[in-house]
């Protein structure tokens, strides 16, 4: 089976940079993957990281260690409108389709 | 189309009933996954289809889900007998198969009453 933990909720203010970790359990490992989810919104995709690195797209990164079966979303310059759920995801030879972790409810402040 | 499409948007059914839902993928995605996701979790795998054949229905609960893609195109999720456990929303997605992930449609909110 698969299994994935993130913590629930992140508090972070206007401009500031926050890490969003997530550690999996899988048999086999094709890739960690991160979406984001506003409420009432549709999962929209941010990222995916097959290799052992870090995969920067603008204002986000993401990060992945194969070996220590982890890896984090690193959101900078926070704005107001990164408020949202964030999930990651994994994906295997035994489950091709992604299998997501239960998400983190990230809060901007002013 | 230009995004995932899914009808209803919004369906509320008497406990006992039959329901169908409905996805039409981006076209030339050949890969089509169905989802359930309850308030405050992640989305949780159903079905997933590769073309027309359901590559992977392990996370169907039990034989009261049935879904179909018959073209290799549109989508529909069959839920007989429906019970009041069953009030999520339903998401679907396709994909190309590529890095660029998976693109969800917003999701049926189904109520069971």
């Known amino acids: 089976g698969q299994s994935l933990e993130q913590p629930s909720e992140v508090t972070a203010v206007e401009g500031a940079i926050v890490q969003i970790n997530c550690t999996y359990q899988t048999s086999g490992f094709y890739g960690l993957s991160w979406y984001q989810q506003h409420d009432g919104g549709a999962p929209t995709f941010l990222s995916y990281n097959a290799l052992d690195g870090l995969e920067e797209t603008g204002r986000f990164s993401s990060f992945l260690s194969r070996s220590d079966s982890y890896g984090y979303l690193l959101l900078q310059e926070l704005q107001m409108k990164d408020s949202a759920s964030y999930f990651c995801a994994v994906n295997s030879p035994g489950r091709r389709a992604l299998t997501f972790g239960s998400g983190t409810r990230l809060q901007v402040q002013p | 189309g230009a995004g995932v499409s899914q009808t209803p948007s919004n369906k509320v059914t008497e406990k006992g009933k039959y329901v169908e839902l409905r996805c039409d993928p981006i076209?030339?995605?050949?890969?089509l996954y169905w989802y359930r996701q309850s308030l405050g979790q992640g989305p949780e795998f159903l079905i997933y289809?590769?073309?027309?054949?359901?590559?992977?229905d392990s996370g169907l609960p039990n034989d009261r889900f049935f879904a179909v893609r018959p073209e290799g195109s549109v989508s529909t999720l069959k839920i007989q007998r429906t019970e009041r456990g069953d009030s999520a929303v339903y998401l679907c997605?396709?994909?190309?198969?590529?890095?660029?992930?998976?693109?969800f449609g917003s999701g049926t909110r189904l109520t069971v009453v």
């Open positions: 076209s030339g995605h050949t890969a």
């Open positions: 289809f590769q073309g027309t054949g359901a590559a992977d």
């Open positions: 997605a396709s994909s190309s198969g590529g890095r660029d992930g998976y693109t």
